[in-house]
């Protein structure tokens, strides 16, 4: 009995087979060069899609073929689908879309419609392809990236600009627009005097299938997911989302629709709890290697001998894509109401493939909808775009500058109005960033009677802000003309208040190298980024992680009866440390209160140094300061800034002293310094 027992379980004394030996390698090999290109990717900055996809072509049937079971690993693939499409779900708002409906529901939907319309066209036509595949092939082109064109929008700033929410809702409805596709595109496969009945069958169970979900299952979705919330376990709730995706999924491939379709109804349904963010978190690894695994099956159909033989073709393919959805997305663009430059850039931005052509393309291959077509010059050719659609961002500004003639005369008539709102004014603030942050500063520069222009790239907030009486006007703080228009070179102080690093970094040289006497007060996220931005030439950085930290510990202390006085006495000496420019700025207060007069206060004042001055060439303990005073803060030269300097230091032109003192002080510092 024991000995059956042993013959029927797995013998782990026996050495690996040579078929599992070679699937470890296979494993490792798959890993280790996914590892290396996607690093390689990142580090040209270049989409980590390549990377998975140039996997795919060496190890693929027709380069190295080194993958004994591509059909099971092409199944495990398109698990990476299931993932991203509930990712999809959810962020599916229906608050988003109502808000967003015209562009979406209009530009967007009339984009995917006439640019698979054209290309399915083109395809029957030239290519000799069934409509029915012309369809398939045209729906698959007509997808934009939505990964990288977000995140170039993102990283830009210009989510908020015209052509970034018409390109933000076009891809709102391209991956929408996947769902129908993912459905539709097996029913294209029938004869064509079943395709009507197919697709309204396919239709109505898709449709029943989201009423009962919508209508029923939101409501059992919530109580089920604060069952297993309450039992307070990170594998049981992970368990659980693993079963509502997976098993929605195979819900609607048994009732003969998409796995796709059914991930997607599941991220929907999640994505009306308050679980929502915490699913996404845990979901993110799975969703981002099996995706991986979904581009390397793509890439293995890829064959690199019959595209290379086919390269006049390839290209022909590349450059009808983009010229046609340029084309089609600039037309559309003007027809829903956009001026010409925002147009051309509309059509830009989309006019290159996505990763859900892909998906689109493996669907259609694998129901046999493109047997026989075209699909090695397309593929290659979406392929090429991906890597083109960065770059074609990047030249976007000139080509509408160089071919739409308007584009100057708007530019230069945002510049004049923001030119004719600064006009008169000496020794204001200029707020860059008219956010939470920013529209907190304005109130605190209103109370003191404080003049300020504010610059903000987000139109809605520009006009509703406006039109309030605020001085706020749309404009790109990163570029110097913007700057001077709103008066840099009058200005007392500029205020950084986003806390983009590299974008703060722009705009500091932009203000260095244009007016390096006015002081910069920038906000930053970590103490690590204030360092960074200080050596850049800040005059002065507020790191939101400390003064969150030090607000929390202030309001502990007071809870746990520490006296206020000493609360106060702590936060002055750490603030201090921290920032130079404040010191003075506290004491005394907390020992004489409102009694002390404000002319007696300390105070900053910077005196900025030119040619003929009386200190220019005179060691800073030789210009007498002292007797008037006041001391020296700070010494910035050339976009640096030293705290304290030494009093051997000569003074150049060009120098910006900071004094602290008295109003008094500052101004007898000021004399000593221009006029002796």
């Known amino acids: 009995m024991v ?7 797995p013998n782990y004394n026996q050495p690996p087979t040579g078929d599992d030996l070679n699937t470890l390698q296979l494993v490792l090999l798959l890993l280790g060069a996914s590892v ?45 689908v299931v993932f991203l499409m509930f990712s999809i779900g959810l962020e599916f708002s229906l608050a988003r879309l109502y808000a967003m409906k015209r562009i979406v529901f209009g530009l967007g939907l009339a984009q995917v419609a006439l640019t698979a319309a054209a290309i399915g066209a083109v395809a029957a036509t030239a290519a000799s392809v069934s409509w029915l595949a ?27 600009s015209p052509h970034g929410r018409e390109v933000m809702g076009v891809l709102l409805f391209q991956d929408l627009a996947v ?81 796709a379709l059914g991930a997607f109804v599941a991220g929907m349904l999640i994505s009306e709890t308050e679980y929502r963010y915490m699913v996404e978190e845990d979901i993110k690894p799975f969703r981002d290697v099996l995706l991986g695994l979904f581009f390397i099956s793509i890439g293995m159909m890829l064959d690199l001998q019959a595209i290379l033989a086919e390269w006049p073709r390839v290209l022909g393919v590349l ?34 493939g996505g990763e859900f052509g892909f998906v689109l393309l493996a669907r259609g291959e694998s129901v046999g909808l493109l047997a026989g077509g075209p699909l090695q010059p397309v593929l290659a050719a979406l392929v090429l775009s991906l890597m083109l659609a960065p770059l074609i961002v990047h030249f976007a500004d000139r080509i509408v500058l160089r071919f739409v003639a308007s584009e100057w005369l708007l530019r230069s008539m945002q510049l004049t109005q923001l030119a004719a709102h600064t006009m008169e004014s000496d020794k204001h603030a200029i707020v860059c960033g008219y956010g939470r942050t920013g529209q907190h500063l304005a109130r605190f520069l209103e109370h003191e009677g404080i003049g300020f222009q504010a610059l903000d790239l987000d139109p809605e907030r520009v006009r509703e802000a406006a039109n309030a009486g605020e001085p706020v006007s749309y404009g790109d703080c990163t570029r110097r003309e913007t700057l001077l228009a709103a008066g840099l070179a009058r200005a007392s102080v500029v205020v950084i208040t986003f806390a983009d690093r590299v974008d703060t970094l722009r705009t500091l040289h932009r203000i260095r190298e244009s007016a390096p006497g006015v002081p910069v007060v920038a906000r930053a996220r970590e103490e690590d980024d204030a360092e960074e931005l200080l050596a850049a030439g800040a005059a002065e950085v507020v790191p939101e992680a400390l003064e969150s930290s030090v607000m929390l510990a202030t309001h502990a202390l007071a809870f746990v009866g520490v006296p206020l006085h000493r609360i106060v006495k702590r936060l002055r000496e750490l603030r201090e440390q921290h920032y130079g420019l404040l010191r003075g700025f506290f004491h005394g207060a907390t020992d004489v209160g409102d009694r002390v007069l404000e002319a007696d206060l300390p105070r900053l004042h910077s005196v900025a140094l030119a040619e003929g001055d009386h200190a220019v060439g005179m060691m800073l303990g030789d210009v007498g300061l002292g007797k008037a005073g006041a001391t020296v803060s700070a010494l910035r030269r050339h976009g640096l800034r030293g705290l304290e300097p030494d009093a051997t230091v000569v003074l150049a032109a060009g120098d910006v002293v900071v004094l602290l003192g008295t109003a008094a002080a500052v101004m007898a510092g000021e004399t000593k310094l221009l006029r002796g």
């Open 319 to 352: 450059l009808g894509l983009l010229l046609g959805k340029l084309a089609v997305a600039w037309a559309l663009s003007r027809a829903f109401g956009a001026g010409a430059g925002t147009a051309l850039r509309t059509g830009l931005w989309l006019c290159a």
């Open 3 to 9: 000995s059956d027992v042993v013959m029927i379980g």
């Open 36 to 80: 290396l290109v996607v690093t390689a990717c990142r580090v040209a900055n270049l989409p980590p899609i390549l990377g998975y996809l140039l996997v795919g072509v060496v190890v693929g049937p027709h380069a190295l073929d080194l993958l004994p079971d591509a059909e099971g690993a092409s199944h495990l693939a398109e698990f990476g």
């Open 134 to 160: 012309g369809i398939g092939l045209g729906g698959a082109l007509a997808m934009s990236s939505t990964a990288i064109l977000s995140k170039l929008l993102a990283d830009r700033r210009e989510l908020d």
């Open 179 to 259: 769902v129908p596709l993912l459905v539709i595109i097996p029913a294209l496969v029938r004869p064509v005097g079943e395709l009507a009945g197919a697709l309204a069958t396919a239709s109505l169970k898709a449709a029943v299938l989201l009423a009962l979900v919508l209508f029923i299952g939101q409501k059992l979705m919530r109580g089920w997911f604060t069952l297993v919330a309450r039992r307070k376990s990170a594998e049981l709730f992970m368990l659980n989302v693993l079963l509502i995706t997976l098993g929605l999924a195979w819900l609607t491939e048994w009732a003969g629709l998409s796995l």
